[in-house]
């Protein structure tokens, strides 16, 4: 059932998992922060931002995906920190909308929730700027409505991760500081944190269980 369909139950149990890696990481995500300023506090806004999502998420017992998505985007709303924080609130907004009025989720509208997630934020900035987290969120979500064609969840969430490394590591080829400094960008990493979480979130549950290389992210 898992393959086809995705519970509210196991995405709280993904969100709880990509505050958790994020949260791990934060001090690294703050030590790659030098767009647009180098204040070195990315992570820490980005890690306050997602925890207030969880705080709120866990105020509410109900498992119909789209109460869990709209719990975690009101905290997310209420605590957003900085322009990364922000940003992430803005992305998981337009996630929950994705998902209204849905119990559960098949891999198409997963990945078209990502997707109406990278709209929305994009609509939030005045100039977006290429090789930031919105670049990494837009290449991740485009992959997982490939794999959403022909995929499973897991499969959807695997391409999330793995588009989203990639876009990340292609930030210095977008941003000019960050190849002048030998670093990625701060807010891409971040949520590539919180993707990764997602992931072990499936493999820790159990649910990986098709053919394809898939893993648990580890330090």
């Known amino acids: 059932m898992f393959e086809t369909t995705l519970s509210g139950q196991v995405l709280r ?4 998992a990509g505050a958790s890696r994020l949260e791990q990481y934060a001090s690294r995500v703050n030590e790659l922060n030098v767009f647009p300023v ?3 506090d990315t992570g820490t806004n980005m890690n306050l931002t997602f925890r207030s999502g969880i705080e709120e998420l866990e105020k509410h017992t109900d498992n119909d995906i789209d109460k869990v998505a709209a719990g975690l985007s009101r905290g997310l709303l209420f605590g957003a920190r900085g322009n990364s ?25 997963l990945a078209e929730a990502f997707s109406q997630g990278v709209d929305m934020a994009y609509k939030a900035i ?3 700027v290429e090789g930031t987290i919105l670049s ?4 991740a979500a485009k992959a997982a409505r490939k794999a959403a064609r022909s995929g499973t969840v897991t499969v959807v969430i695997e391409s999330l991760v793995q588009e989203a490394q990639r876009a990340l590591d292609n930030t210095p ?16 990493q971040g949520l590539v944190y919180i993707y990764q ?19 648990a ?3």
Request: aromatic share 8%; charged share 20%.
């Open 13 to 16: 149990r993904m969100f709880k």
């Open 38 to 40: 180098p204040d070195g």
């Open 85 to 109: 924080g922000v940003i992430l609130s803005q992305l998981f907004r337009g996630f929950a909308k994705g998902v209204t009025g849905l119990s559960t989720a098949s891999p198409v509208q």
């Open 126 to 128: 005045m100039k977006p």
């Open 136 to 139: 990494v969120a837009r290449e």
């Open 173 to 188: 080829n977008q941003l000019p500081i960050l190849k002048e400094v030998g670093v990625v960008d701060s807010g891409g």
């Open 197 to 215: 979480g997602f992931l072990n979130a499936l493999s820790e549950g159990g649910f990986m269980k098709h053919k394809l290389n898939c893993k």
């Open 217 to 219: 992210w580890t330090p």
